[in-house]
T-cell receptor, first 113, second 114 residues
Framework: GDSVTQMEGPVTLSEEACLTINCTYTATGYPSLFWYVQYPGEGLQLLLKATKADDKGSNKGFEATYRKETTSFHLEKGSVQVSDSAVYFCALSDNTNAGKSTFGDGTTLTVKP | DTGVSQDPRHKITKRGQNVTFRCDPISEHNRLYWYRQTLGQGPEFLTYFQNEAQLEKSRLLSDRFSAERPKGSFSTLEIQRTEQGDSAMYLC????????????FGEGSRLTVL
């Protein structure tokens, strides 16, 4: 079945440091890929998405590129802020199965001033 | 309507009791999903509805779990004879048919079984 493996945390960075959270996936079809973010005390919300190979999703300074050859969708940001502290989930949606999504276990990011 | 709402947000119950959670999706969304999340893990799929039809159930959903969406609007998830292993966050999400799999989540209902 489909699966998502993401970088184990927690990750602690200083403000303005560069961020990379690795994510790789296994899927039988051609999934869409997502990063969701969960801020403290809030529900999961979509951060960015990519629906086909070589697409780049971006939002709030975060980027991720759909790499079919390496089955990866790594999340990057050039300069993190304290407000980016959250849990980040990589996910895929099998477009042949009514949009059911499979999630990674999440990576907790803490950014210190 | 600004998002998916879930009720109650927290539920503490004793082992063996029944509990019911309610989810109100975004009004124009025809798909509704239930997920379960335990500490340190990502959401795990339980079941989903398209309109009022329950189209898929995970093997995680034992016979003690039942979900309904009677009029294709709100949904309920009932757990009968709760066990300590049922303690988790129960997440509801909704979407519409033509999107690319993006889910809109509620804030979740946290269940603690004593």
């Amino acid at each position: 079945g489909d699966s998502v493996t993401q970088m184990e945390g927690p990750v602690t960075l200083s403000e303005e440091a560069c961020l990379t959270i690795n994510c790789t996936y296994t899927a039988t079809g051609y999934p869409s890929l997502f990063w969701y973010v969960q801020y403290p005390g809030e529900g999961l919300q979509l951060l960015l998405k990519a629906t086909k190979a070589d697409d780049k999703g971006s939002n709030k300074g975060f980027e991720a590129t759909y790499r079919k050859e390496t089955t990866s969708f790594h999340l990057e940001k050039g300069s993190v802020q304290v407000s980016d502290s959250a849990v980040y989930f990589c996910a895929l949606s099998d477009n042949t199965n009514a949009g059911k999504s499979t999630f990674g276990d999440g990576t907790t990011l803490t950014v210190k001033p | 309507d600004t998002g998916v709402s879930q009720d109650p947000r927290h539920k503490i119950t004793k082992r063996g009791q029944n509990v019911t959670f309610r989810c109100d999706p975004i009004s124009e969304h025809n798909r509704l999903y239930w997920y379960r999340q335990t500490l340190g893990q990502g959401p795990e799929f339980l079941t989903y509805f398209q309109n009022e039809a329950q189209l898929e159930k995970s093997r995680l959903l034992s016979d003690r779990f039942s979900a309904e969406r009677p009029k294709g609007s709100f949904s309920t998830l009932e757990i009968q004879r709760t066990e300590q292993g049922d303690s988790a966050m129960y997440l509801c999400a909704s979407s519409w048919t033509t999107n690319t799999g993006e889910l809109f989540f509620g804030e979740g209902s946290r269940l603690t079984v004593l």
